[in-house]
């Protein structure tokens, strides 16, 4: 079993930054690749982004691409997550996940584990 716990969601003014955390615990981890999603009210769940533990390999939603830095420290079994350039729309819950098939990452019932998120509000 894997737990998942994120951190890191604020209040941000538009065009500001912020850094979102994952860390990862368990005694059998050894996931394939970690990413993050975002729900916001009334929407359904959205792909975020994903990378690949071993690789570092990185796949993002468009939405995103530009602006969003995923990345994962080995050690510390830590995923984040670097949002630059927040727009109103990057307004919602962002939770960490984890998979361990080779599946389309931006495929939700993909993976296996899922922390309780972590809320971010951008403010215009």
């Known amino acids: 079993q894997v737990q998942l716990v994120e951190s890191g969601g604020e209040l941000v003014q538009a065009g500001g930054s912020l850094r979102l955390s994952c860390v990862a615990s368990?005694?059998?981890?050894?996931?394939?690749?970690m990413g993050w999603f975002r729900q916001a009210p009334g929407k359904e769940r959205e792909f975020v982004a994903d990378?690949?533990?071993?690789?570092?390999?990185?796949y993002y939603a468009d939405s995103v691409k530009g602006r969003f830095t995923i990345s994962r420290d080995n050690a510390k079994k830590t995923v984040y997550l670097q949002m630059n350039k927040l727009k109103p729309e990057d307004t919602a819950v962002y939770y960490c996940?984890?998979?361990?098939?080779?599946?389309?990452?931006?495929?939700?019932?993909?993976?296996?584990?899922w922390g309780q998120g972590t809320q971010v509000t951008v403010s215009s």
């Open positions: 996940a984890a998979r361990d098939r080779p599946v389309a990452p931006y495929v939700a019932e993909g993976y296996d584990y």
């Open positions: 368990g005694r059998t981890f050894s996931s394939y690749a």
């Open positions: 990378i690949r533990w071993s690789s570092l390999n990185t």
